[in-house]
């Protein structure tokens, strides 16, 4: 009933307005108003763009303070706007002073100097870069290493456990025996050793009867080929074999080699001469019938030339043993020559020389 005399109180004030185009727009603005007061309590704080604020602070400076009621911002956002837009007016470019940024690249190689060098100091990291041209401050390298995270040597970092590892196998010869059978059913020993540090591998020649004076002739051979050496062995590693006599460990212990005896059944201990032993098998061995001692020892010495100098390791980044360098990029594919070894089991290619 409330509602209905509301309703019935507003047609009549509507009326009492002269009919026109005048009473038409003044309507209209009042629905234009109300609906703007609707929508402010039922929607949220609006998105303005930099377009509908320019507009709306433009507009603030034409009309009176007390008609502000009529915008949805309140009047402080609209002083706000315009002392922004005055800001920007009045605001010029300016030049920066100082020193210039360092270089992306010449940040990123100091930080990898750092991370691979944990014991330089700023001096020797700006020492390091001054070798190669370029010119930094201690006191800026120091800054951005503590940006980056990493503090001064030698509490920067250790060494991981891969060049931990890699160290310690420089000086390390590990050996052990594996057994060939012939096409005849007769069993056939070997003994091979193996370098940790640059993986090249020395084979003895085969044998049906390794005893005594067998393994301790091979130890002698093989000191031969360390004494030439520039890094001499400091450790072998071997199992507890009743093959290895006391005389075979006496020949290194005069060499200044320590023996190091592997657990009992702990293949794992061993575990570079076990990996060497299945690669001899899977790549060869189980390929080949071996007819007897001098076969075997001709298949041998020809794979372990093709190990030690032309087979690429992965623990050696893709690198044979008896490679210094990796070979530099070429732009063109040069013509490829394939050689044939153990009777075509084997391939190695090699660039046809120009």
Same mark, same amino acid.
């Given at each position: 009933?409330?509602?209905?005399?509301?309703?019935?109180s507003?047609?009549? /004030?509507?009326?009492l307005?002269?009919?026109?185009?005048?009473?038409?727009r003044?309507?209209? @603005? #009042?629905?234009?108003?109300?609906?703007?007061?609707?929508?402010?309590?039922?929607?949220?704080?609006?998105?303005?763009?930099?377009?509908?604020?320019?507009?709306?602070?433009?507009?603030?400076?034409? #009309?009176?303070?007390?008609r502000?009621?009529?915008? @949805?911002?309140?009047?402080q956002?609209?002083?706000?706007?315009?002392?922004e837009?005055i800001?920007?007016?009045?605001?010029?470019?300016?030049?920066?002073?100082?020193?210039p940024?360092?270089? %992306?690249?010449?940040?990123?190689?100091?930080?990898?100097m750092?991370?691979?060098?944990?014991?330089?100091?700023?001096?020797?990291?700006?020492?390091?870069?001054?070798?190669?041209?370029i010119?930094?401050?201690?006191?800026?390298?120091?800054?951005?290493?503590?940006?980056?995270? =990493?503090?001064?040597?030698?509490?920067?970092?250790?060494?991981?456990?891969?060049?931990? =590892?890699?160290?310690?196998?420089e000086?390390i010869?590990?050996?052990d025996?594996?057994?060939?059978?012939?096409?005849? =059913?007769?069993?056939?020993?070997?003994?091979?050793?193996?370098?940790?540090?640059?993986?090249?591998v020395?084979?003895?020649?085969?044998?049906?009867?390794?005893?005594?004076?067998?393994v301790?002739q091979?130890?002698?051979?093989l000191?031969?080929?360390?004494?030439r050496?520039?890094?001499?062995?400091?450790?072998?590693?071997?199992?507890?074999?009743?093959?290895?006599?006391g005389?075979f460990?006496e020949?290194f212990?005069?060499?200044?080699i320590?023996?190091?005896?592997?657990? /009992?059944?702990? %293949?794992?201990?061993n575990?570079?001469?076990?990996?060497? /032993?299945?690669?001899?098998?899977?790549?060869?061995?189980?390929?080949?019938?071996i007819?007897g001692?001098?076969?075997?020892?001709?298949?041998?010495?020809?794979?372990?030339r093709?190990?030690?100098?032309q087979r690429?390791?992965?623990?050696?980044? #893709?690198?044979?043993?008896e490679?210094?360098?990796?070979?530099?990029?070429?732009?063109d594919?040069?013509?490829?020559?394939?050689?044939?070894? /153990?009777g075509?089991?084997?391939?190695?290619?090699?660039?046809?020389?120009?």
């Open positions: 009933m409330l509602l209905s005399l509301l309703y019935m507003l047609r009549a /004030v509507f009326r307005a002269p009919a026109g185009n005048g009473r038409d003044e309507v209209e @603005i #009042l629905v234009l108003r109300h609906q703007v007061k609707v929508l402010k309590r039922k929607a949220g704080r609006p998105k303005l763009r930099r377009g509908d604020r320019i507009f709306l602070a433009a507009a603030s400076r034409i #009309l009176p303070k007390d502000w009621s009529c915008f @949805i911002v309140t009047p956002t609209l002083l706000r706007w315009h002392r837009l800001k920007r007016k009045w605001t010029y470019r300016q030049k920066r002073t100082g020193r940024p360092i270089d %992306p690249e010449i940040r990123a190689l100091v930080c990898r750092a991370q691979e060098n944990a014991r330089w100091g700023y001096i020797r990291i700006q020492g390091e870069l001054r070798k190669l041209g010119r930094v401050g201690a006191t800026t390298i120091r800054r951005i290493l503590l940006e980056e995270g =990493l503090g001064p040597a030698p509490r920067r970092a250790g060494p991981s456990w891969s060049e931990f =590892l890699r160290a310690q196998a000086g010869v590990a050996c025996f594996f057994t060939v059978e012939t096409a005849f =059913l007769k069993t056939l020993y070997v003994l091979f050793f193996i370098e940790l540090g640059s993986r090249r020395h084979v003895t020649g085969a044998t049906r009867s390794p005893n005594r004076a067998f301790t091979q130890a002698r051979n000191c031969f080929e360390l004494d050496r520039e890094a001499p062995a400091l450790f072998l590693i071997r199992d507890r074999d009743s093959k290895f006599s005389s460990d020949v212990r005069t060499e200044g320590r023996i190091i005896l592997t657990p /009992v059944r702990s %293949p794992k201990a575990a570079f001469a076990e990996r060497c /032993v299945k690669t001899l098998r899977s790549e060869v061995l189980d390929w080949t019938l007819l001692r001098r076969h075997l020892d001709r298949v041998l010495r020809s794979y372990v093709h190990y030690n100098a690429p390791h992965r623990g050696l980044g #893709l690198r044979s043993p490679s210094h360098c990796d070979v530099d990029p070429v732009e594919v040069p013509e490829i020559e394939r050689r044939d070894l /153990v075509g089991l084997i391939h190695e290619y090699h660039a046809v020389a120009a």
